[in-house]
């Protein structure tokens, strides 16, 4: 075996499972992040992780597991890797476990399940109601391990903005700006791994981290890796809905017993306990008798648009339904949800133990991203990988609760493997490559930064990004129509305009936090035409895409990943066939 | 709450490490269930003071929004505490924001907390493992003891024990009760336990636990309830025990 360096960019869960895995395997690992690894989105998972292990005798099985995966996802996903993940999964808590994650457990000492949406098993592992939270200290304590030992290297603080390409189009490196100083530099790689996560900024509102821009997959989509079903966005059932962010009210809540409901009588301004069962509006349990509460994410939020916009039963004659648990005994809420409880308690200042909670829908996962192939993760881009939420392969047209940590780490397993394996049959390594490709691209970064800082224009980033939010979340999350989606990808191109007339308001170089921002901000306004222009393209509904224009799922035409390439500022989408060679589609319902 | 109402707000302000502080003041419009968080990005998009100055936008840490990614730490009218949480309704104004004073200050109200994981590292805060592959299940762990770790790893490693604790200052090594309370939590764990003996000698190393003078600041200002002097002393005595079993079978 050859030592081989491989770049890591991202240290949510996958990035930091790859780093474990590369590592690991004797090679050794840059790992660049925007944050500390330990304060990455990962964190704000709250529900658990799937896996069947069947410790409660109800007949699952990883097969179960990978049928509801791919139902949930309306059959848009490759399915191999789907069933690779499945069948790991029981592998992957016990991995979890073994490194000292506090899983809940059972009386004999064992780990507890819970029931999530779109599954009618006992699936999902958790650690309280901050799951995402202790998996990810768990790997950051592992990787760690492996820096005290000098086998990884962190760069915390740098951001990455693009990949080195060498004369045949092969990835050799990144080039990372540093947060602090506005330092921009090459680093050289054998092989490079992206795990940068979701594009939750682009949306503006939403329950991401601030970190989730998308911009590092934009800048590697602009430099011609290929992107997949863009269109393809889950929006939350519930979230409390925030000036700054939404945050999240998991949908383990339902999982332990949670009801939504509205009052019956439209604009009903009663205190809600005092509204009696027969003038409550069950309407999940009520249209959906076999799921209730837990049918997936899509399916709920389009019942709650339903309920609020169409029937006009929102809360106050706002855009808002109950999510109650005062009917659930406090103890158990407290072991078992406390952490998101608490959230709520927080930020809204009244206890859900005895208050039924205010949500609304807020944009939450991206299931497209970065194309990657069948089996290594390797986008077309050779030496670039993608694990993660970044990348497309794993949810198809809509994420099963619970499923993205498992996706995250299994993820970051295989591109852990296939990176390192990948640059064993290197000819030439990247100190090899000459470094006229790292100085090219380094000076072509440095002078996007130079103007930047010294341009005098009237455009306000922060505008420019609450406009694109906006446009966003009104046109292109829960319905979507075409006119609509026609007017906001021009709108978004205005902003595309606009952009070039920005004004910083700091010039300086030491710490200044507008001009990384705004260097993102043109890879988001990429990523929402590109967004908007899939969903544009995709004539029928499936999993989280919903037009009313066209409201089934047509596989005749759209069992297809619309795949997009960039070209001189112009999107070129493909539609490619998506491999169902082990479940036949069938039709996806969850009224019984 | 009446609408047109504004919200003022004071920022001690630094260019950088070997710059002079100076406040700046803002105005702000009012809006309902606003965060500090939200005044920054208000003043980001509007880096103008109340007296017509045009300034830089201020310079702040902050990801997940929600208090469990640890970022947003700053003193708050004198409190030590996440600006996330710091909801605007419930602050007296003006609304008074400093960096926090016991990490090096890099810009505005951002400090270089590096120093905390660091001491992870030097503590030996993991649990080993064999390998990432699937050998077999962990340890089964009583509902009770893992109730107890789960409490402990919530830790978001903000720093708000460290910023109010009156032994870490310059003089001082002290790691802080944050890096104590993972020891302790380390240490629970079975597999853990099993090199519990060099966390426990890196404990009583420079910096550790002797040096806390049990003020139990630390507790006060913890925003997830942590238990910090309890895991503290805790940490206190296995070091202690630790110490007298080697020196009996040295």
Known sequence: MRPARVILIGGGLAGLMATIRVAELGHAVDLFSVVPVRRSHSVCAQGGINAAKDLKGEGDSTWQHFDDTVYGGDFLQNQPLVKGMCDAAPGIIDLLDRMGVTFNRTAEGLLDFRRFGGTLFNRTAFAGATTGQQLLYALDEQVRLFEAQGRVRKFEGWMFVSAVLDEAGVCRGVCAANLRTAEVRTFPADAVIVATGGLGAVFRHSTNSMACTGSAQSALFQQGAYYANPEMIQVHPTAIPGEDKCRLISESVRGEGGRVWVPKTPGDTRDPRSIPENERYYFLEEWYPKYGNLVPRDVATRAIHKVVYEEGLGIDGKPTVYLDVTHLPREMLTRKLGGVLEIYEKFVGLDPRDHPMKVFPAQHYTMGGLWIDNEKQATNIPGLFAAGECEYQYHGANRLGANSLLSCIYGGMVVGKSSTQYTQGLSADSESTSSGVFESEKKRQEEIYARLRSQEGDQNPITIWKEMGELMTQYVTVTRKNKDLEAADGKLADLQERYKRINLADTERWGNQSLHFTRELSNMLVLARLITQGALLRDESRGAHYKPEFPERDDENWLRTTRAKYENGNFKFQLDPVDTSLITPRKRSYKS | ?250
Request: hydrophobic share 40%; proline share 6%.
């Open chain 2, 1 to 250: 709450m009446a609408e047109g109402k504004t919200i003022l707000i004071r920022i001690k302000r630094q260019a950088g490490p070997d710059q002079p502080a100076r406040w700046e003041e803002f105005s702000l419009k009012w809006r309902p269930s606003m965060n500090v968080i939200a005044c920054l990005i208000d003043i980001a998009e509007n880096p103008v003071t109340t007296g017509g100055q045009k300034t830089t936008p201020v310079s702040y840490e902050a990801n997940c929004l929600e208090e469990v990614c640890g970022a947003c730490a700053m003193v708050i009218n004198g409190r030590s505490r996440q600006a996330c949480s710091a909801l605007v309704d419930q602050l007296e104004q003006p609304i008074q924001i400093e960096p926090m004073s016991k990490f090096p200050l890099v810009r505005d109200l951002v400090v270089d907390r590096s120093k905390m994981f660091h001491n992870l590292k030097r503590m030996r805060c993991w649990v080993p493992v064999d390998g990432t592959y699937a050998i077999g299940p962990g340890p089964r762990i009583a509902p009770e003891r893992q109730q107890v770790a789960y409490t402990l790893s919530r830790c978001i490693m903000c720093g708000n024990c460290l910023e109010v604790c009156p032994k870490v200052n310059e003089h001082s090594d002290f790691v802080g009760a944050a890096i104590l309370n993972q020891v302790r939590l380390f240490n629970l764990h079975p597999t853990g336990a099993m090199h519990s003996h060099e966390r426990l000698q890196a404990v009583r190393g420079i910096g550790g636990v002797q040096d806390c003078d049990n003020a139990q600041n630390c507790v006060k200002a913890c925003p997830k309830s942590i238990p910090l002097t309890e895991s503290n002393n805790d940490v206190n005595r296995q070091a202690i025990r630790d110490a007298l079993i080697g020196w009996i079978f040295r």
